[in-house]
């Protein structure tokens, strides 16, 4: 069976009680409760939260305030703010690699003799 997916843009605001089923990803606002059912939610860089958030596993990279439980693992990056207790089995506080731009050209000559 796939899984599906589902996005909040970040034009969208929630009040109250979000409960699904699918991997979620959200890139607005929800004041309330988030409870994702054996699913994983994807808190994006925009998004802000106000909520407690139950989930399979909780990837933060936005603004979270509230509790978040993971039944697995809750992941947050350097880009998160979260204000709130944490309870999953593994906690992981993770940097995100910096976006580098580089340009390499290599010139290579050889002498006969």
Known sequence: MKQHMGTIGPSVLIRGELSTTDDLTIEGQVEGKIALHGSALTIGPSARIEAEVVAKVVNVSGKVEG???????????????????????????????????????????????
């Open 67 to 113: 509790d978040i439980t993971a039944i697995e693992a809750i992941n947050i990056l350097d880009t998160a703010t979260v204000n709130g207790a944490l309870s999953a089995p593994c906690v992981g506080i993770k940097k995100e690699p910096p976006s580098v731009e580089r340009s390499t050209s290599a010139s290579v000559s050889r002498s006969r003799g």
